[in-house]
């Protein structure tokens, strides 16, 4: 499995630098929000949170297809799921390489978006802890779509569609816990364990439903 | 060891390709599977494999005793498909690697397994700078790295050259002698003694 974890890693490192196009995303994404605002810091600042929010998902789920799609091309994938590990916990450590390699650069690079919209430093740690948090929540249930999608033509499309419902909860806690962070009456534990719940959950649920799929959906 | 296929059928999209298939195959025994194109060579293989869901009928591997292998039979084989299984950006070594530690049971070493297949000098060349014949050769050494008591091979000789070719029947023989199951799509004479014949209509 760690063979697996580091093979996942190094190929989209050094390959197709696939943690540059989420990031390079990122950014387009963050710097656009300020000129559809307009010259309003405060309103800014208030939206920060939910704009970071909403570019790292839409980052995370630009690679996904590429999750499975490469190994089945090249056949790799027939392999992977004839062997006697669990095939849950195959489509676990793909989910987590890629979650590594693409999600984990979007948390660091937080908070120096965040500075760009003018977040306070309160503010930018609790977005980057709620993304550190949230994102893998993404990745598993990204893990899940690309397996349905990964015997479609232009799957790519179709994963982002059945993706995004599905993280709508993660986006809620993620933002909630934020909110209570800076802001004196709201909650922030609460929200925030929700959130670690949400991830748990989908690490165990999406390589679960995604090794079913994968075996279910034979070519 | 006794691999054991009843009755297997596999349907693509509703339709059957491949119906009322049945043979057993004892240790050292080949099977050599030949028919036209499109005749569902490929679709029985992967169905052996596991990679196809059977419609209906069984495929199971037992001890001599009779006693069902534990676990599905597709952890007990080495499936080689029309393509490599190779990552065309990793090194011919690295990849072999790969596949040795995933899937356990290492037999041969990466270096004994290219010394096999005569590509000892290509180990830490990527693996897409390999030509379509080298690059045969490396999936052929991945069936060397771990060890597996069946081998089902698609067309395991595409590409390769006639020397090559020699090695390979070389290496499928004494897989078979050691006591190896094989299940080949082929038109070549893989000089197994105990080799059966199954040709498949159109």
Not at chain 1, 182 to 203: D, G
Not at chain 2, 69 to 81: A, D, Q, S, T
């Amino acid at each position: 499995m760690l063979a697996l974890l580091s093979r996942d890693i190094r190929l989209s490192l050094h390959s197709n630098g696939g943690s540059l196009t989420g990031l390079l995303f990122f950014l387009a994404v963050i710097s656009v929000f300020p000129f559809a605002i307009g010259p309003d810091n405060a309103l800014l600042s208030t939206l920060a949170p939910a704009i970071l929010w909403i570019g790292a998902l839409l980052a995370s789920l630009l690679d996904l297809d590429r999750l499975f799609a490469q190994d089945r091309e090249d056949g790799s994938l027939d392999i992977l799921v004839m062997q006697t590990h669990p095939l849950a916990l195959t489509m676990f450590v793909k989910a987590l390489a890629h979650w590594l390699v693409t999600g984990l650069p979007l948390v660091l690079a937080t908070p120096v978006f965040g500075i760009m919209l003018n977040l306070s430093f309160q503010g930018i740690l609790a977005t980057a802890g709620t993304l550190l948090v949230g994102t893998p929540a993404i990745a598993f249930i990204g893990t899940a779509g690309a397996a349905v999608a990964v015997r479609l033509p232009r799957g790519g499309m179709l994963i982002s569609v059945l993706v995004l419902p599905l993280v709508i909860p993660v986006l809620i806690f993620g933002i909630s816990a934020i909110r209570g962070a800076l802001e004196e009456t709201a909650p922030f534990t609460a929200p925030l364990l929700f959130l670690c719940a949400v991830t748990l959950f989908t690490s165990v649920l999406g390589p679960l439903a995604a090794a079913i799929m994968l075996r279910h959906s034979a070519d | 060891m006794k691999l054991t296929v009843d009755n297997m059928t596999l349907e693509r999209g509703g339709e059957p390709i491949v119906s009322g298939i049945g043979f057993e195959l004892a240790a050292g025994e080949a099977l050599v599977i030949t028919g036209e194109n499109g005749s569902g060579k490929s679709t029985a293989l992967r169905g052996m494999a596991g990679l196809l869901p059977l419609a209906s009928g069984s495929v199971k591997l037992a001890d001599e005793t009779g006693k069902p292998f534990e676990g599905p039979v597709r952890e007990y084989c080495h499936y080689l498909g029309h393509q490599n299984a190779m990552k065309s950006g990793l090194t011919v070594h690295d990849n072999l690697d790969f596949w040795r530690r995933f899937n356990g049971h290492p037999h041969l070493a990466v270096e004994e397994a290219l010394e096999e297949v005569d590509l000892l000098h290509t180990a830490d060349l990527p693996f897409h700078y390999l030509s379509a014949g080298q690059k045969r050769r490396v999936a052929i050494a991945r069936l060397l790295v771990s060890d597996r008591p069946v081998w089902i091979l698609d067309e395991p000789t595409s590409g390769l050259d006639a020397p090559s070719v020699a090695t390979f029947t070389g290496l499928v023989k004494a897989f078979a002698e050691s006591g190896g199951i094989l299940v080949a799509a082929t038109h070549l004479d893989l000089g197994i003694n105990a080799t059966r014949r199954l040709e498949f209509a159109a």
